[in-house]
């Protein structure tokens, strides 16, 4: 099992950039596929992004939000981060950190979750 924390959210003006981080502790990410998921009021869970840091770091992304947001990694701080670019108020939602064994699902281990709020 693995800990994670979300750091980074807030609140932003449309067009802005926020970086959200997730720290992992208790074990390596390097073992994991690491994804960004994110649930708005009222709505089920949706995919975000993955990052699959069991073989080489090959990336996926949710056509909501391809070419604006980037997922990277730190494996030294075994951290995972969420570049997130042109946002608009539809990305308004609440972002959690998970780690799984596949690239848009099996995912165990969740983070609390970080708020971020895009204002129009």
């Known amino acids: 099992q693995v800990q994670l924390v979300e750091s980074g959210g807030g609140l932003v003006q449309a067009g802005g950039s926020l970086r959200l981080s997730c720290t992992a502790s208790?074990?390596?990410?390097?073992?994991?596929?690491m994804g960004w998921f994110r649930q708005a009021p009222g709505k089920e869970r949706e995919f975000v992004a993955a990052?699959?840091?069991?073989?080489?770091?090959?990336?996926d992304y949710s056509d909501s939000v391809k070419g604006r947001f980037t997922i990277s990694r730190d494996n030294a701080k075994n951290t995972v981060y969420l570049q997130m670019n042109n946002l608009s108020p539809e990305d308004t939602a609440v972002y959690y950190c998970?780690?799984?064994?596949?690239?848009?699902?099996?995912?165990?281990?969740w983070g609390q979750g970080t708020q971020v709020t895009v204002s129009s």
């Open positions: 990052i699959d840091l069991v073989s080489g770091g090959t990336t």
């Open positions: 208790g074990r390596t990410i390097s073992t994991y596929f």
């Open positions: 998970a780690a799984g064994a596949t690239m848009r699902s099996s995912y165990r281990d």
